[in-house]
């Protein structure tokens, strides 16, 4: 997707072999590989439930388990914290995870550098879209409030925010971005039931692609997203928990000047 | 408990305040009906049913004559006139009106005598469907347990799994772990639906359909089970969006314990129009106070949008408010479950101190009312053990502070909808602190030149001067500037206008006269 000689910043960085690195988990001493899991089982609390969850760990990999506790969360539920040895090894140098590559800009930063390479306000579009009511995310994100001490993108003279609120439907996102003549698009999904906030966000993308706007920059945030989940959805960026709204606009204007100076294509240009 | 040192002048001036500023909208309210609250007209005389492609015959009939511009009329009106006419009863007389050739204008025919008499033993039998359920709810209650820790916050909890039968089990749990009050979370669409779904349902998003099928598995599932545990069960639902009323009508008819609604909620939170809501809730809760539920209003949510400390007077501002509605809607205090939240940011030095003064601020402000104490949500994170912690805080709070109703903090909060698991952790956590803090309110004493004390009379004055404003405005201009949770709402804007009609002079609805006491 990108130009010869011009990698797009968020690229993976070029494979650059780590050397071997095996780990394990870590409990009291290196290496004991010894992890802690709770879970129920739909049966009453007995000796048999209790040797029922340990076969149910050791069937899961674990090793030397101990049984801490055995609850009865309800008449016919019990609840059980175990720990177990794990004997999982992983190479750690083999793991590579994308990463949204930021610029560590602050407030004043982004305002003066969209002032003087853009020239001009950007324009950033905002909902929570489908069925999701729960505007927490792109409030935190948005509103001049922010986040934890962070100002949102309304707080910034130089950005034009608009929050649309919550279930707003695809469609009706796309044409206010559209007559907004927004930069981006930042879509909040909090509330998933059976994977509902994937089809929903892959369904936008598909529908940007149909009228012609993939060109603008999708950014897609929520506490079960990230940046991997949110590419293969077809987004630009993921931001997951946490996420204070300077990063986003960081990400936003850095790629906006990027763009601007040629050095990366709006992904569907090229 | 020792009471804070507040000046009571100024809680006074709150109360007459808040007073004026439901006046100055009731107005309005007696002027005008809604499609949902002719909608709920209809079901209390008895008119069920949907139609194949699952539209409820309560809206086809009401739309007709909102489309016809009849509906100023009161739907009572033409379901009356189709009995005098000869229909069998309110069921075949509202297929009348959803499916006859000619729409009813009104005119000529049986006069306001004939009608009113043809609707009378079925306004009569309508009244009595709710006395009898409030009458056997009453009972049941006498006969058992209060709650499985008296002398302590009610411990509420949720269940939201989508799946009406999934709920039911997950509600027995609960209850068996020690729950007193369970709520089904409604999918999160329907309060933007301006129609109740039918029958049982199993698929949702992020809760259950809220419907009166539904509301019967849950409340035969907790009937069955209180009478194993010897203690009485509540049950919650939500009376909030666009079918507020109908759905306090089904909650009062399927003896559902207690509602969220709130008189501003919708407007400020699913952006329902301002006038819709505010006729639909008084509607709604003339129907709670016939049938003895209790409110749960949702002034927690505005700290989820503005922030808790900066925002703590809008909350008190909003429970004086919420009370001067309920108060005109003819709730008793003891039905109104006032909202607030522990949500200030736990980064910061001394939050114990101030969610402490807030807590027994609004317990000594409101001190017949059921406070509904919330636990936190915006400032947690996946980290379950940290969460925990704070929940135990929370539920500290809610012990020492005599809280009435405590909906539990979840570990998992922000993770995902409750594990049946989730809900024993948060459970137990909380009967562990209310035995171990039992009696830690009558120890308590203020330090008069303290924080707590200075925070309380701040947030006391500060919601003083704001309802001023909100008085010298009126309500719909200070909901339209933003003064609650940071949310701008137009009075003409929002969804359900369409549904809000001004009624003529010969209006008719027995039901809200019975209601009304007239």
């Known amino acids: 997707m990108s130009a010869p000689g011009s990698p797009p910043s968020d690229a993976p960085p070029p494979a650059k072999k780590r050397p071997p690195h095996p780990i394990r988990a870590y409990g009291d001493r290196r290496d004991d590989g010894r992890i802690q899991l709770s879970f129920t089982l739909p049966v009453a609390a007995s000796p048999r439930a209790r040797e029922a969850a340990r076969r149910f760990a050791e069937a899961m990999g674990l090793r030397a388990v101990l049984v801490a506790a055995m609850e009865p969360a309800g008449r016919d539920y019990s609840f059980f914290v175990v720990y177990g040895r794990a004997d999982v090894t992983l190479d750690y140098g083999e793991i590579e995870v994308p990463e949204v590559t930021l610029p560590e800009w602050g407030w004043k930063e982004i305002n003066k550098v969209i002032k003087e390479t853009l020239h001009r306000k950007v324009v950033v579009v905002g909902a929570c879209t489908g069925f999701d009511a729960h505007t927490v995310g792109i409030d935190a994100i948005i509103n001049m409030k922010g986040y934890a001490g962070d100002k949102g993108l309304e707080a910034y003279p130089w950005i034009e925010a608009h929050n649309l609120g919550a279930q707003v439907d695809n469609a009706a996102l796309l044409e206010r971005a559209k007559e907004l003549s927004a930069d981006a698009v930042l879509v909040s999904q909090i509330i998933t039931q059976r994977d509902v906030h994937k089809e929903n966000a892959a369904a936008l993308i598909e529908l940007a692609r149909k009228r012609g706007m993939r060109g603008l920059l999708f950014v897609l945030g929520g506490p079960r997203i990230d940046h991997k989940l949110a590419r293969e959805l077809g987004f630009d960026a993921g931001f997951g928990s946490g996420t204070k709204p300077s990063q986003v606009a960081g990400y936003v204007v850095d790629r906006l000047v990027a763009r601007a100076e040629g050095r990366a294509p709006a992904e569907g240009r090229e | ?518």
């Not at chain 2, 009376?239 to 407007?267: H, K, T």
């Not at chain 2, 009435?404 to 024993?424: A, K, N, V, W, Y």
């Open chain 2, 1 to 518: 408990m020792q009471m804070l040192p507040i000046d009571p002048s100024v809680v006074e001036e709150c109360r007459d305040l808040a007073a004026r500023v439901a006046d100055g909208v009731h107005s309005f309210i007696d002027r005008h009906t809604t499609c949902s609250i002719e909608r709920t007209v209809l079901r209390a005389y008895g008119v069920d049913g949907a139609d194949p492609d699952g539209v409820p015959l309560v809206n086809t009939c009401v739309e007709r004559f909102v489309k016809t511009g009849h509906a100023g009329c009161g739907i009572a009106w033409f379901l009356g006139r189709a009995l005098a006419r000869g229909a069998a009863d309110p069921q075949e007389a509202a297929e009348v009106l959803a499916y006859a050739p000619e729409t009813d204008d009104g005119e000529g025919g049986p006069d306001l005598a004939a009608v009113r008499a043809a609707l009378a033993p079925h306004t009569a039998r309508a009244l009595e469907r709710i006395d009898r359920a409030r009458a056997c709810r009453e009972s049941n209650r006498g006969l058992l347990a209060p709650s499985s820790q008296p002398g302590t916050p009610l411990k509420y909890v949720i269940v939201a799994t989508g799946n009406i039968y999934d709920d039911a089990d997950q509600a027995r749990a609960a209850a068996q772990a020690g729950a007193d009050v369970i709520a089904v979370i409604r999918s999160t669409a329907q309060s933007l639906l301006d129609y109740v779904p039918y029958g049982a349902t199993t698929e949702g998003f992020g809760g259950t359909w809220a419907t009166q099928e539904n509301f019967r598995i849950v409340r035969a599932a907790l009937d069955e089970e209180q009478d194993r545990l010897g203690r009485y069960l509540q049950q919650v639902n939500y009376s909030s969006g666009l079918c507020m009323p109908e759905i306090a009508w089904l909650g009062a008819v399927e003896r559902l314990d207690m509602l969220l609604n709130d008189a501003m909620y919708g407007i400020l939170f699913r952006d329902i129009n301002p006038r819709r809501t505010l006729c639909d809730q008084y509607f709604s809760r003339r129907i709670v106070a016939r049938a003895g539920m209790v409110i749960n209003t949702g002034e927690d949510n505005y700290l989820t949008t503005a922030d808790a400390v900066e925002a703590a007077h809008t909350v008190v501002t909003s429970q004086f408010i919420n009370e001067a509605f309920a108060r005109r809607a003819g709730l008793v205090d003891e039905q109104m479950g006032l909202g607030h939240a522990f949500e200030i940011d736990k980064s910061l030095e001394d939050s114990l101190l101030y969610e402490i003064s807030q807590a027994q601020l609004v317990r000594q402000l409101f001190p017949r009312h059921p406070i509904k104490w919330m636990p936190a949500t915006k400032h947690k994170s996946g980290d379950i053990f940290w969460s925990h912690r704070v929940d135990g805080l929370f539920d500290l709070v809610g012990v020492a502070t005599q809280q009435s109703i405590e909906l539990l903090g979840m570990m998992t909060e922000s993770i995902h909808t409750p594990f049946l698991q989730d809900r024993f952790a948060a459970i137990k956590g909380a009967a562990y602190t209310f035995t171990a803090a039992r009696h830690l309110a009558d120890e308590l004493r203020w330090n008069p030149d303290g924080k707590v004390v200075a925070r309380a009379r701040q947030v006391l004055a500060d919601a003083r001067d704001l309802l001023r404003v909100v008085d010298r405005e009126g309500l719909f201009a200070a909901i339209a500037r933003g003064v609650f949770a940071d949310v701008k709402r137009p009075e003409t804007g929002g969804k359900g206008l369409g549904g809000v009609v001004e009624k003529t002079p010969g209006y008719l609805n027995p039901i809200l006269e019975a209601l009304e006491g007239k």
